[in-house]
């Protein structure tokens, strides 16, 4: 994110303003304990200020579950 996002924030703020963006996470686990995600403050700030939302999507592909 930093050297992605950072250095273009102005320019992304302007473009998300007159449309959508999202930065999307999918995560997929086989097995063992739920997994976890973590977002900085820094990386929430960043995406909030140019507009962007967050989807996340985990899933569990473990034949027993």
């Known amino acids: 994110m930093a050297n992605t996002i950072e ?3 102005e320019i992304l703020r302007g473009v998300i ?3 959508s963006a999202e930065l999307s996470i999918v ?3 086989y097995s063992g304990c739920n997994p976890g995600i ?6 929430l700030d960043t995406l ?3 507009g962007a939302e967050v ?3 985990i899933y ?3 034949e027993d579950a």
Not at 38 to 43: I, N, V, Y
């Open 38 to 43: 973590h977002l900085s403050h820094r990386t």
């Open 55 to 57: 989807d996340i999507d």
């Open 7 to 9: 250095p273009r924030k």
């Open 27 to 29: 995560q997929y686990y």
């Open 48 to 50: 909030s200020y140019i």
């Open 60 to 62: 569990c592909l473990d």
């Open 17 to 19: 303003a007159t449309c």
